[in-house]
């Protein structure tokens, strides 16, 4: 998972690059529409089109026939259950083929919510006094059974504890209050059993390259009761090995404005999916294909 995260990362730095001067906004919707075109280019190959047109063809003939024969009750009966039975066979052709695509989708989304989603955590002065519930939970997750009594963690300078370290074994969890107090990019040490594990974190006006809320596990790369813990979701920062005592650690980062598109993370996913939608739609003709 690391290794494929890790190329898709170099990958769309060097892809992104030329569209970022016009805005993210711009770089989003740009490589939205050329997923769009390469997704109907792979349909294309791995559907069968001819059966797709029989099929719409077909759907179109029996509509036809409902018009012409609608004072017939037999025919027309006839006839929406064969557009019914069509439609069936029409959504199977175009289902199987599309499922292969929902893995390149997840890849681009998930790297476009790491570098745009987020903005970096505001900056509070070290003499001001934070009242609890007010600054960022760090959410530490460990492996059933671990000793949740060993673990430590430390917070480098710029960074401010603001409640103690809450163990709770039976959850086999960890909650941490702090503040950041200079702007920067961090590493919060995370140690247990012998195993040091590191949590980055941004401050600061400036937002980074790429910035994630969650480090989860390799264990859960297709766990399908909580897809927030697939590994391929979040690629800006390394995940746990599947020994490794850590399954989750998370931050909140505030959302980012996107200024006329939708924020967060769920704006992102509605963007990208809309955009390749739209432009792709636009690409049917000229591409010659059935959909």
Known sequence: MNALNSAMTSFFDVALMPFEWMGNAAALIVWSGIFGVLALLVFKKISWQRGIKNAKDKIKAHMIEIRLYQDDLVVV???????????????????????????????????????????????????????????????????????????????????????????????????????????????????????????????????????????????????VSDTNRWPLLWPAEPSFASDSPFRVVAIAYPSRDQGWLPDGEGGILITVALASMLIGALALKPLGVQI
């Open 77 to 223: 009966g006839s006839a929406v259950a064969k557009v019914l039975a069509r439609n069936f066979v029409y959504l199977g052709l175009n289902f199987g083929p599309i499922l292969p695509l929902a893995i390149p989708f997840m890849l681009l989304t998930a790297q476009f919510v790491v570098r745009y989603a987020y903005d970096p955590l505001p900056v509070t002065a070290a003499e001001t006094r934070v009242m609890s519930g007010r600054g960022t939970l760090l959410d530490i997750e460990l492996s059933a059974g671990a000793d949740v009594g060993g673990l430590e963690v430390s917070l480098p300078e710029g960074l401010k504890a603001v409640s103690p370290l809450v163990r709770v074994p039976s959850e086999s969890r960890a909650f941490q209050e702090f503040v950041a107090i200079a702007p920067g990019e961090y590493e919060i040490a995370l140690e247990l059993d012998g195993v040091r594990e590191t949590k980055r974190v941004v401050a600061g006006a400036q937002a980074a390259r790429s910035m994630q809320p969650r480090r989860v596990s390799n264990r859960d790369w297709l766990n």
